[in-house]
C-alpha cells in the first residue's frame, strides 16, 4: 500500500506528547507483561509436584507460553494500528489479570495449561506499549522514548526469574501469579486513566488485511529485513547465556544457590539500563555507528564469560557487557523502523519481534544442546559465533548501502 507525504506527516505528528511520568508507567507495565511469561522457568520443579506431573513433561509449560506469545505478536499487535490503543492496552492488561489469577487458582493440570497460554498470548500488550510510546514521541524524541520503555522489558525479563524464585520460597509458586495479577489489575488502570484520549488517525484497513500487511512489510522495508535479522542474531546470543547459564553455576565447583543465580538478573539490569542511552544516539543519526560498536562488545563480552571457572567477576563483568549491547542493539534497530512507517508502529513492532521469539526460542534450544555435548566452554564458543556473525551481517549491509550509494 502506497501513502503520500501528506499522510505520512500527518500520522507522525501525534496530538499528545507523553509526559515523562507516564513513559515511565509504560516501561513498568511492559517489563510486568513480559515478565509473567518468563514467572514460570523456575518455578518449574514446584508445579510439578503441585500437580503429579513428570519432570519430562512439565516443560511443556515453557513451550506452550512462547507458541501463544508468538502467536500473539502476528495476530494481536496488529489491531493496535486499528483501534484506540489506550482502551486496547487497558482491556488486555484486564483479560492478563484474570488469567493470571485462573493459573494461581488452578486445581487441574488442564485449568493450568489454558492459563499460561493465555497469558503467553496477553503478553503481547507489552509491545503495544513501546507502539504506543512510539507514536506519541516527536520524531527528535522517539529513540530515547523506545529506548526507556524496551528497557522496561528487558529489564522485566531479567528479574522475572529473581522474583518468582523469591516468592517461590516464601509463599510458594501460586503467590507468584497472585503478585502479578494485582500489579497487572493496578497497571491497567492507570494507563487507562493516564493514557492520552486522543490519538492520531488510524488505518482504515480490515483486521485480515492489517494482518496480511505485516508480512507485506519484510517485502517494502529492506531496513526491516535487515534489522530483524540482527534482531534474531543478538536474541540468540542472548537466549544463549541465560539459558545456559545455570547449568555451571548450579553445578560442581561452583554450586551456587538458586537466589544467588538469579542475582546475576542485577547486573543484566545494569547492562540494561546503560544501553538506553543508545535511543538518544539514534536520534541524533548516529544509528549504524552505534549498532557496530555494540555488535563489538556483545562478541568480546564472551571471553569473561568463558572465564567464570576462574572468577565469578569475570562473569559479571561479561553479563553487563552483554546485556548493554543486546538492549542497545534492540533500542537502535526500533528506533530506525519506526520512523518508516509512522502509519504502521503495532504492525512493525509485530513483524521485527516475530525474529526475536525465533531468536529466544533458537538460542534456548541450542545452547542446552552444545552444553551437554561440550560444557560451557562450547556455549561461548557457539555465542561468540552468533555474535560474530551479526557483526558481519552490519559489515555487509554498510558494504552494500556504499555500492547503491555510488
Known amino acids: 500500500m502506497n501513502y503520500s507525504s501528506d499522510q505520512l506527516q500527518a500520522c507522525s505528528q501525534s496530538q499528545t506528547v507523553l509526559s515523562r511520568s507516564v513513559i515511565l508507567l509504560l516501561a513498568f507495565c511492559s517489563?510486568?507483561?513480559?515478565?509473567?511469561?518468563?514467572?514460570?522457568?523456575?518455578?518449574?520443579?514446584?508445579?510439578?509436584?503441585?500437580?503429579?506431573?513428570?519432570?519430562?513433561?512439565?516443560?511443556?509449560?515453557?513451550?506452550?507460553?512462547?507458541?501463544?506469545?508468538?502467536?500473539?505478536?502476528?495476530?494481536?499487535?496488529?489491531?493496535?494500528?486499528?483501534?484506540?490503543?489506550?482502551?486496547?492496552?487497558?482491556?488486555?492488561?484486564?483479560?492478563?489479570?484474570?488469567?493470571?489469577?485462573?493459573?494461581?487458582?488452578?486445581s487441574s493440570s488442564i485449568v493450568l495449561f489454558a492459563g499460561i497460554a493465555i497469558v503467553g498470548l496477553l503478553a503481547v500488550v507489552a509491545q503495544t506499549m513501546v507502539a504506543t510510546a512510539a507514536t506519541f514521541s516527536p520524531p527528535a524524541e522517539r529513540g530515547r522514548t523506545v529506548g526507556l520503555v524496551t528497557s522496561g522489558i528487558v529489564i522485566g525479563i531479567l528479574l522475572a526469574r529473581t522474583v518468582a524464585g523469591t516468592l517461590n520460597d516464601w509463599l510458594g509458586w501460586r503467590s507468584v501469579y497472585i503478585f502479578s495479577a494485582s500489579l497487572t489489575l493496578l497497571g491497567s488502570v492507570a494507563l487507562f486513566l493516564l493514557l492520552p484520549k486522543q490519538e492520531p488517525e488510524r488505518t482504515r484497513l480490515s483486521y485480515a488485511k492489517a494482518v496480511i500487511s505485516t508480512f507485506q512489510l519484510y517485502r517494502d522495508l529492506p531496513i526491516l529485513r535487515i534489522r530483524s535479522l540482527l534482531a534474531m542474531l543478538i536474541f540468540v546470543a542472548f537466549s544463549i547465556l541465560w539459558t545456559a547459564m545455570v547449568l555451571p553455576l548450579s553445578s560442581p565447583p561452583l554450586s551456587l544457590s538458586h537466589t544467588a543465580i538469579g542475582a546475576f538478573g542485577l547486573a543484566g539490569v545494569a547492562g540494561a539500563l546503560a544501553a538506553?542511552?543508545?535511543?538518544?544516539?539514534?536520534?541524533?543519526?548516529?544509528?549504524?555507528?552505534?549498532?557496530?560498536?555494540?555488535?563489538?562488545?556483545?562478541?568480546?563480552?564472551?571471553?569473561?564469560?568463558?572465564?567464570?571457572?576462574?572468577?565469578?567477576?569475570?562473569?559479571?563483568?561479561?553479563?553487563?557487557?552483554?546485556?548493554?549491547?543486546?538492549?542497545?542493539?534492540?533500542?537502535?534497530?526500533?528506533?530506525?523502523?519506526?520512523?518508516?512507517?509512522?502509519?504502521?508502529?503495532?504492525?512493525?513492532?509485530?513483524?521485527?519481534?516475530?525474529?526475536?521469539?525465533?531468536?529466544?526460542?533458537?538460542?534456548?534450544?541450542?545452547?542446552?544442546?552444545?552444553?551437554?555435548?561440550?560444557?560451557?566452554?562450547?556455549?561461548?564458543?557457539?555465542?561468540?559465533?552468533?555474535?560474530?556473525?551479526?557483526?558481519?551481517?552490519?559489515?555487509?549491509?554498510?558494504?552494500?548501502?556504499?555500492?547503491?550509494?555510488?
Not at 51 to 78: D, E, K, M, R
Not at 91 to 96: E, R
Request: glycine share 10%.
Open 276 to 406: 538506553a542511552y543508545a535511543g538518544r544516539l539514534a536520534d541524533l543519526g548516529h544509528a549504524r555507528v552505534t549498532t557496530g560498536i555494540s555488535l563489538f562488545i556483545l562478541l568480546i563480552a564472551w571471553i569473561p564469560i568463558g572465564l567464570v571457572y576462574r572468577s565469578i567477576g569475570y562473569l559479571i563483568v561479561g553479563v553487563v557487557l552483554l546485556d548493554l549491547a543486546v538492549q542497545a542493539v534492540h533500542v537502535t534497530n526500533q528506533s530506525l523502523i519506526y520512523k518508516t512507517r509512522p502509519e504502521a508502529q503495532s504492525r512493525l513492532t509485530a513483524a521485527y519481534m516475530v525474529f526475536y521469539s525465533i531468536g529466544s526460542a533458537t538460542g534456548s534450544i541450542a545452547s542446552t544442546q552444545v552444553y551437554a555435548w561440550s560444557g560451557w566452554a562450547g556455549v561461548c564458543w557457539l555465542g561468540a559465533s552468533v555474535s560474530g556473525l551479526a557483526l558481519l551481517l552490519w559489515g555487509y549491509d554498510g558494504y552494500k548501502n556504499q555500492e547503491k550509494s555510488k
Open 31 to 106: 517489563g510486568l507483561s513480559v515478565a509473567n511469561i518468563y514467572y514460570v522457568q523456575p518455578l518449574l520443579d514446584s508445579i510439578a509436584s503441585d500437580f503429579n506431573i513428570s519432570h519430562s513433561s512439565i516443560g511443556i509449560v515453557v513451550t506452550v507460553t512462547q507458541i501463544f506469545y508468538a502467536a500473539g505478536l502476528l495476530l494481536l499487535v496488529p489491531i493496535g494500528d486499528l483501534l484506540n490503543r489506550r482502551k486496547l492496552i487497558s482491556a488486555q492488561m484486564l483479560l492478563s489479570s484474570g488469567a493470571l489469577l485462573t493459573v494461581a487458582v488452578s
